[in-house]
């Protein structure tokens, strides 16, 4: 019989082999905001206009090259636990209102820098914790007074491309004026009255070729595909939508057909023939002329939809039948049926287009407000595509945000810096040992603004207390100057780089919660990962017949 050893004393005895624990500050604690920081620290180099872009390929060896933060940590796949609550935290500004995820990141690291330093002090870690919620609070107290301009209507063009124009310029420094334009446009003219604004009504649509430049805006859907049969265009259209395959029904059970004659056999496929021919023929009678399919077409079909002029168009995507539904206001019929008035839907012009050397179907609509509206975006390579279709969602998401809450606050580090000031002077008036949290809150504010000047290659510091300096003589609005020489300061004002309010108001509220639930873990129990032991690598270096 084999000799019971028994397991050492403590918490691991409760637990199965292999199981891992850490507990107190300098296991559990400090190794969780080394691991944020490492996180913080990743990104912090991609904030900003002067962001650096980061190169990830992801588990699918597919490439991103992009300065985007919600990219970056939605292919990383972060595993350790801790950094994954700031990940969540970015994923839900993300969620909320679409810009600022990286703020989030740049804030939550800065937190919890800062609380390493206080907990080394000696603070415990619940008076970091009350010391943070409470200069929290405060400084969401202190942002509606920081309002510097809201947006007075949305449906005026050259306002809502200056209010676009800051969140395309941290993406796609250089071409925001020319791509703010572009999506303001695409934004306003399905903005409806009622003010209900859905940011899936904007499309995008990539095609290789040119430059960002010849990107244009069209109101309709764009779909790169080539029409089936000879009609490439047709004006004012009559669509009947199918998500079935447009084809004769096939019976569901087997048939046996026994020819006895030579007549018979001519007649046979005849039968079919007239079938579809009087199929496709009441389609067109009911008054159509473009037919969308979701599924395969048939020759036969396809041939009497040439001789009927019926110009048909297959997509493969549902969720492309479905928004072609709702743009042109058609019914998605099951089966090859005759379309009533009520289920065809209606658009000006549906004619075949070639981009570069890729052909694409247009559905467009002349009135200014359709329901759907598509970019068609041009660039010399995907991944720079792809980056430019990350900026235009940021660009559509601060229009929705807007819609929201008109609010703007100034942009360019100023909002930060001035929220360090007051929250300095409100630790000054705080008694009890939270002063020095409330403090460190307001000194992490200067994370984003020190990004900002490291990233354009100027001394922090000396941004910092320039901006200190303009702000104490009470010029609230004054923030870094990107395009100055060295740490030079400017009124964001004039300038027009202004974030909308709900960003800054979720990314502090975010950062901060994220940053408590992971200052408040003092152990950390793992317990043995399931699944067997490892397959053993395989040989590579021998022979076959070893």
Same mark, same amino acid.
């Given at each position: 019989m084999a000799l019971h050893v028994p397991k050492a004393p403590g918490f691991a005895q409760m637990l199965k082999d292999g199981a891992k624990h850490y507990s107190g500050l300098e296991e559990a604690v400090f190794r969780n905001i080394q691991a944020c920081k490492e996180l913080a620290q990743t990104t912090r180099t991609a904030y900003g206009p002067n962001g650096m872009n980061k190169m990830v390929i992801n588990h699918l060896e597919k490439l991103f090259v992009t300065n985007d933060a919600a990219t970056i940590l939605r292919e990383l796949e972060v595993q350790h636990p801790a950094a994954k609550m700031i990940v969540m935290a970015s994923?839900?500004?993300?969620?909320?209102?679409?810009?600022?995820?990286?703020?989030?990141?740049?804030?939550?690291?800065?937190?919890?820098?800062?609380?390493?330093?206080?907990?080394?002090?000696?603070?415990?870690?619940?008076?970091?914790?009350e010391g943070y919620e409470m200069a929290c609070k405060k400084a969401l107290e202190i942002l509606p007074e920081l309002v510097c301009s809201s947006a007075k209507n949305l449906h005026d063009l050259a306002e809502a491309t200056a209010m676009i124009r800051t969140a395309v310029m941290s993406k796609q420094y250089g071409n925001e004026d020319f791509l703010a334009d572009?999506?303001?446009?695409?934004?306003?003219?399905?903005?409806?009255?009622?003010?209900?604004?859905?940011?899936?009504?904007?499309?995008?649509?990539?095609?290789?070729?040119?430059?960002?430049?010849?990107?244009?805006?069209?109101?309709?859907?764009?779909?790169?595909?080539?029409?089936?049969?000879?009609?490439?265009?047709?004006?004012?259209?009559?669509?009947?939508?199918?998500?079935?395959?447009?084809?004769c029904t096939v019976t569901e059970t087997k048939g046996t057909v026994l020819i006895k004659n030579a007549e018979e056999l001519m007649s046979f496929s005849k039968g079919e023939e007239d079938l579809m021919e009087a199929q496709v023929k009441a389609i067109a009678a009911a008054g159509a002329n473009v037919v969308v399919t979701g599924g395969k077409v048939a020759d036969m079909a396809l041939h009497y939809a040439n001789k009927y002029q019926l110009m048909v168009v297959r997509l493969n995507s549902k969720w492309d039948l479905r928004r072609l539904?709702?743009?042109?206001?058609?019914?998605?019929?099951?089966?090859?049926?005759?379309?009533?008035?009520?289920?065809?839907?209606?658009? #000006?012009?549906?004619?075949?287009?070639?981009? *570069?050397? %890729?052909?694409?179907?247009?559905? =467009?609509?002349?009135?200014?407000? +359709?329901?759907?509206?598509?970019?068609?975006?041009?660039?010399?390579?995907?991944?720079?595509?792809?980056?430019i279709e990350r900026a235009?969602?940021?660009?559509?998401?601060?229009?929705?945000?807007?819609?929201? #809450?008109?609010?703007?606050?100034?942009?360019? *580090?100023? %909002?930060?810096?001035?929220?360090? =000031?007051?929250?300095?002077?409100? +630790?000054?008036?705080?008694?009890?040992?939270?002063?020095?949290?409330?403090?460190?809150?307001a000194e992490a504010f200067e994370a984003v603004p020190r990004a900002l000047a490291e990233n354009s290659g100027v001394k922090g510091n000396e941004l910092i207390s320039k901006l200190y300096a303009v702000h104490h003589e009470g010029n609230k609005n004054m923030g870094f100057d990107i395009e100055g020489e060295g740490p030079a300061v400017k009124d964001v004002l004039e300038a027009g780089v202004l974030d909308p309010y709900l960003v800054k108001h979720w990314g502090i509220k975010l950062a901060t919660n994220a940053a408590i639930t992971v200052l408040r873990v003092d152990q950390i129990i793992m317990a043995k990962p399931a699944g067997g032991p490892k397959a053993p690598p395989e040989k590579k270096d021998w022979d076959e017949d070893e």
């Amino acid at each position: 019989m084999a000799l019971h050893v028994p397991k050492a004393p403590g918490f691991a005895q409760m637990l199965k082999d292999g199981a891992k624990h850490y507990s107190g500050l300098e296991e559990a604690v400090f190794r969780n905001i080394q691991a944020c920081k490492e996180l913080a620290q990743t990104t912090r180099t991609a904030y900003g206009p002067n962001g650096m872009n980061k190169m990830v390929i992801n588990h699918l060896e597919k490439l991103f090259v992009t300065n985007d933060a919600a990219t970056i940590l939605r292919e990383l796949e972060v595993q350790h636990p801790a950094a994954k609550m700031i990940v969540m935290a970015s994923h839900m500004q993300e969620q909320e209102v679409g810009d600022g995820t990286n703020f989030v990141l740049v804030f939550a690291g800065a937190l919890l820098e800062l609380a390493e330093e206080l907990l080394r002090m000696g603070l415990s870690v619940s008076e970091v914790i009350e010391g943070y919620e409470m200069a929290c609070k405060k400084a969401l107290e202190i942002l509606p007074e920081l309002v510097c301009s809201s947006a007075k209507n949305l449906h005026d063009l050259a306002e809502a491309t200056a209010m676009i124009r800051t969140a395309v310029m941290s993406k796609q420094y250089g071409n925001e004026d020319f791509l703010a334009d572009l999506i303001a446009q695409a934004c306003v003219s399905i903005f409806p009255e009622s003010g209900n604004f859905n940011v899936d009504n904007v499309r995008v649509c990539k095609i290789l070729g040119c430059g960002l430049n010849a990107s244009s805006v069209l109101h309709g859907m764009v779909f790169k595909k080539e029409a089936e049969g000879d009609i490439t265009s047709v004006k004012d259209a009559k669509i009947a939508v199918f998500s079935c395959p447009f084809d004769c029904t096939v019976t569901e059970t087997k048939g046996t057909v026994l020819i006895k004659n030579a007549e018979e056999l001519m007649s046979f496929s005849k039968g079919e023939e007239d079938l579809m021919e009087a199929q496709v023929k009441a389609i067109a009678a009911a008054g159509a002329n473009v037919v969308v399919t979701g599924g395969k077409v048939a020759d036969m079909a396809l041939h009497y939809a040439n001789k009927y002029q019926l110009m048909v168009v297959r997509l493969n995507s549902k969720w492309d039948l479905r928004r072609l539904c709702k743009t042109v206001g058609a019914v998605a019929l099951p089966r090859m049926t005759v379309p009533t008035p009520e289920e065809m839907g209606h658009c #000006d012009s549906v004619y075949l287009n070639e981009v *570069g050397d %890729t052909q694409v179907v247009v559905f =467009k609509h002349e009135k200014e407000d +359709g329901a759907i509206s598509t970019l068609v975006i041009r660039g010399s390579t995907d991944n720079l595509m792809d980056d430019i279709e990350r900026a235009i969602d940021d660009g559509v998401n601060t229009f929705k945000v807007l819609v929201r #809450d008109k609010r703007l606050c100034p942009g360019g *580090g100023a %909002t930060e810096i001035e929220l360090a =000031k007051q929250i300095m002077s409100y +630790g000054e008036s705080c008694p009890g040992l939270e002063q020095y949290a409330i403090k460190k809150f307001a000194e992490a504010f200067e994370a984003v603004p020190r990004a900002l000047a490291e990233n354009s290659g100027v001394k922090g510091n000396e941004l910092i207390s320039k901006l200190y300096a303009v702000h104490h003589e009470g010029n609230k609005n004054m923030g870094f100057d990107i395009e100055g020489e060295g740490p030079a300061v400017k009124d964001v004002l004039e300038a027009g780089v202004l974030d909308p309010y709900l960003v800054k108001h979720w990314g502090i509220k975010l950062a901060t919660n994220a940053a408590i639930t992971v200052l408040r873990v003092d152990q950390i129990i793992m317990a043995k990962p399931a699944g067997g032991p490892k397959a053993p690598p395989e040989k590579k270096d021998w022979d076959e017949d070893e």
